[in-house]
């Protein structure tokens, strides 16, 4: 056998290890399988459901109809399927969910790293700037840079990236003050590596399962927080996703008019997919870090 | 020119309250391809001339003197430079080779690791073909290249480090306690591979470490250090027989002989502790602990001085018999 092949083989008994540890936690198993479906049908939308009817002057149905054969979850004000736009919605959802968390993730690790690797004066100063942005009241400050920026999904990623990034930056930090009291590191100074050289070969490696762990948390807040966007209006309202059928089922007046299939299956859909994420965050949480699992 | 020349070298520890000096003016040198060892109790500073040599000590320790590398001062350089001298002039073998593993990174990369790092033109398979042939001189098999740290035992690892630290073809190796966690068997394996690495390379060495036996067997010249200080100085086998400081010869004594019915009950060692470096008594620091300390010894400095042919000792009875 070649290097590689052994270096990889090492890898996939590591990967086939973490999986195995994995599936035996039931709770992280029924997340994975609620978030697969919801990917593959947001991933499958145009194949399921007609995008066209999503335009409320091509509505193929009458406002307001009840869920029956021909619309399964009824329709809208406007008489668009609410089966489509909720499937279309997930799309939306899902886009900005994982996308603002990939850039609250990015920049919390990139804060968090900088503060442990450079512990003294730099760390202080970023640190003092995690604080304040932990303590300021993220929906408001969320809620004023997307009324800066204007309603766009971009606005919406920024707006929720921007406020999240601090409890990220945090755990990074003291992640990486841990690791770099190792002997390893040391080492690496001592041969005539530089901060860059330390900071990815040897501290972002120890750090990445960490960041993941938090990451996979971090994505069901993020979808909370684009549907309380959405819902406040902030969001673009050409674009469906579930915060927004929300506002828009707010606005028609659909509780009181009684329209029940208009507001709870995006409703129940936010709840089932933030908790299928949150659920698959702890099982990860739990590989990483083997002092949560429980002791059996 | 001597390749190491440690000029009148001090470490002072900033503490939360209090300055603690752990190195209080030690010169010492070091001719290209010469051995030197440097003996003492824990905490006597050793370690911290170690570490002082490449400028790794922490940013709460004040260093002062000299340390002239090749000619060059390593605390005056610019970082950059510091960074290019750094293993490719002087390489340490570290105490915890579990520890200075990156556990969740092959070895063989490890060890290219100071090669890639010195020249970033090499390609990972030139560094790693290296790596192999490094593996092999240290007397470990070249597939153990793709092992990680916790594959190997505990000598096979320090091989390792030995082989990592030969890596940018340095001209001086510091081997700080390099062999202490190991069993004796092992120890004489990797002691006799350092010496053996060494002298075919010419490559000089500063062991550090507080077994007397080992820098015997390894050393040609040996510093015995005490709080702070060294207190004496020359030819290993001269120094280790016939001790011209009392500390000395109680290092020496702690020793037994093995199969030696003789050395058996004998008094053995230093009776006491090292003084804190926070509260050193004047004049000798030795003397609270010394069989043959004198009033004289209360007082002022005491130098280190010739006693012998290229022999130093700091005592004002040096070369008489402790009863």
Known sequence: MTATAIRWAHRRTRAADAWRQYRAQRAGMAGLIVLAAVTILAIAAPLVADADSLDPTQAPGHRFEPPGARFWLGTDDVGRSVLTLTIYGARMSLLVGVTATVLSVLIGAVVGLVAGHFARATGWVLMRLTDWFLVLPQLVLAIALAVMLGPSAATIIIAIALTSWASTARLVRSATLAVESRGYLERARALGGGHWHLITRHVTGAVAPLIFASATLQVASAILAEATLSFLGLGDPAVVSWGTILSHANDSGAVSYGAWWYVIPPGVLIVAVVAAFTLCGRAVEAIVNPRLREAR | ?323
């Not at chain 2, 020349?5 to 010169?27: E, K, M, N």
């Not at chain 2, 320790?61 to 001298?85: C, E, N, P, Q, Y």
């Not at chain 2, 006491?272 to 003397?287: E, V």
């Not at chain 2, 042919?309 to 005592?315: D, P, Q, S, T, V």
Request: aromatic letters at 4%; glycine letters at 8%; a positive charge.
């Open chain 2, 1 to 323: 020119m001597s390749l190491v020349d440690i000029r009148d070298l001090t470490v002072t520890y900033d503490a939360r309250r209090a300055a603690v000096p752990a190195v209080r003016g030690v010169t010492l040198s070091v001719q290209a391809g010469a051995s030197l060892g440097i003996a003492g109790e824990s905490g006597c500073g050793k370690s911290s001339v170690a570490l002082a040599m490449l400028r790794l000590l922490p940013a709460t320790a004040a260093v002062g003197g000299h340390i002239l590398l090749d000619g060059d001062d390593i605390a005056t350089m610019s970082f950059g430079k510091l960074r290019a001298v750094r293993w490719s002039r002087a390489s340490i073998v570290f105490q915890g080779a579990m520890h200075a593993l990156n556990p969740v990174r092959a070895i063989g990369g490890q060890i290219a690791e100071p090669i890639r790092v010195h020249d970033p033109a090499t390609t990972r398979a030139d560094a790693l073909t290296r790596a192999r042939e490094l593996l092999r001189q240290v007397g470990l098999p070249a597939w153990r290249a793709d092992s990680y740290p916790h594959e190997l035992s505990g000598g096979q690892r320090q091989r390792v480090m030995v082989a990592m630290a030969l890596a940018c073809r340095p001209r001086l190796i510091i081997a700080d306690e390099a062999t202490t966690a190991l069993d004796v068997m092992i120890q004489a394996q990797v002691l006799d591979l350092v010496s053996d690495v060494i002298a075919r390379q010419g490559i000089a060495l500063i062991m550090i470490s507080h077994d007397l036996s080992i820098l015997a067997s390894t050393c040609d010249e040996l510093a015995v250090m005490y709080a702070g200080r060294v207190v004496e100085h020359g030819p290993t086998a001269k120094v280790v027989a016939h001790g011209a400081h009392p500390y000395t010869r109680g290092l020496a004594r702690a020793f037994p002989t093995v199969g030696d019915p003789a050395s058996r009950g004998r008094p053995r060692g230093v009776p006491g502790d090292a003084p804190s470096p926070l509260r050193l008594p004047d004049g000798c620091a030795f003397r609270p602990r010394c069989p043959i300390a004198i009033d004289d010894c209360a007082h002022g400095d005491i130098p280190l001085q010739a006693v012998a042919e290229g022999r130093r000792a700091a005592c004002l009875r040096a070369g008489e018999e402790t009863p």
